[in-house]
């Protein structure tokens, strides 16, 4: 049964930092895809950032230049190192993870994200 639980959100102010943990288990993390999507109240869920089994990576344009994606297959951990919040940043962040052997995706509970001074 595979698990994602998120950790690092809070409370933070415009031009601060938070670093998002995604910790996985239940599955080989080192064969599979993962993402970090975000869903701000009242709007659609987006991804924000992406990062293959092989380490590619990805970015939305919003985020670009701000937030960092990694992971770290010893502890079958991925992150999300955001930098140079801003208001419109504020939202549930949710980590995803993608199966390559089957196609299966599962999700994480979320994280709430809240940049506001």
């Known amino acids: 049964q595979v698990q994602l639980v998120e950790s690092g959100g809070g409370l933070v102010q415009p031009g601060g930092s938070l670093r998002l943990s995604c910790v996985a288990s239940?599955?080989?993390?080192?064969?599979?895809?993962m993402g970090w999507y975000r869903q701000a109240p009242g709007k659609q869920r987006e991804l924000v950032a992406g990062i293959t089994n092989g380490e590619d990576v990805s970015y939305a344009d919003s985020v670009k230049g701000r937030f960092t994606i990694s992971r770290n297959n010893v502890k079958d951990t991925m992150y999300l190192q955001m930098n140079s919040l801003k208001p419109e940043d504020t939202a549930v962040y949710y980590c995803t993870l993608r199966q390559i052997w089957n196609g299966r995706d599962y999700w994480g509970k979320g994280t709430l994200v809240t940049v506001s001074s």
């Open positions: 239940g599955t080989i993390f080192s064969r599979d895809d």
